[in-house]
Antibody, heavy 125, light 108 residues
Framework: QAQLAESGGGVVQPGRSLRLSCAAS????????MHWVRQAPGKGLEWVAV????????YYADSVRGRFTISRDNSQKTLYLQMNSLRDEDTAVYYC??????????????????WGIGTTVTVSS | EIVLTQSPGTLSSSPGERATLSCRAS???????LAWYQHKPGQAPRLLIY???TRAAGIPDRFSGSGSGTDFTLTVSRLAPEDFALYYC?????????FGQGTKVEIK
């Protein structure tokens, strides 16, 4: 059974850094692109970043580009999110999610089919 | 950048009733890139529908998705007590993934 487990959340002052981890189990981690998605208090889900299965490509939301870095260690089956220059508005529950890709003769389907239960980051002085 | 607008913001319904949730995109999207998720407080989000209309594994058949172009719909034919939750549509476009702001389905 595919599972994801986030860790590394906590309380941090504005301007400081934090690194989140996401441990994968039950599937071939190195075959899947992986995402970070967050939910701020009282808000909806917000996509943060994605890293390709082999780490070759990385994309970010405008709100975090230049401050956050997504990475992965396929040998350790672990996804990371390095968060620098943290702001109040980065306070959220951070989820990691697996991107599944399914192709037919005519189309390619993308969807996030495995999620962790999240880790909470609070940015506060 | 595609913007997804969900309506209504909150839907008050009773168990057994039909629920219809809307997701409108600011520009045309490929059906294969449109998904729906359910999210309950303290839990991991759950994939319901992908490709606009294909139920994910283990999802009850009371959930269905439809639509194309810019207008998509998630329908719950008969609300079960466990269906009261937040629902999000989401689209992939040009190396970005975007969520709608969500619809809360609450018990009337």
């Amino acid at each position: 059974q595919a599972q994801l487990a986030e860790s590394g959340g906590g309380v941090v002052q504005p301007g400081r850094s934090l690194r989140l981890s996401c441990a994968a189990s039950g599937f071939t981690f190195s075959s899947f692109a992986m995402h970070w998605v967050r939910q701020a208090p009282g808000k909806g889900l917000e996509w943060v970043a994605v890293v390709w299965y082999d780490g070759s490509k990385k994309y970010y939301a405008d709100s975090v580009r230049g401050r956050f870095t997504i990475s992965r260690d396929n040998s350790q089956k672990t996804l990371y999110l390095q968060m620098n220059s943290l702001r109040d508005e980065d306070t959220a529950v951070y989820y990691c999610a697996r991107l599944s890709e399914y192709s037919t003769l005519y189309d390619t389907y993308y969807y996030l089919d495995v999620w962790g239960i999240g880790t909470t980051v609070t940015v506060s002085s | 950048e595609i913007v997804l607008t969900q309506s209504p913001g909150t839907l008050s319904s009773s168990p057994g009733e039909r629920a219809t949730l809307s997701c409108r995109a600011s520009q045309s999207v490929k059906n294969s890139y449109l998904a729906w998720y359910q999210h309950k407080p303290g839990q991991a989000p759950r994939l319901l529908i992908y490709g606009a209309s294909t139920r994910a594994a283990g999802i009850p058949d009371r959930f269905s998705g439809s639509g194309s172009g810019t207008d998509f719909t998630l329908t719950v034919s008969r609300l079960a007590p466990e269906d009261f939750a937040l629902y999000y549509c989401q689209v992939y476009d040009n190396s970005r993934w975007t969520f709608g702001q969500g619809t809360k389905v609450e018990i009337k």
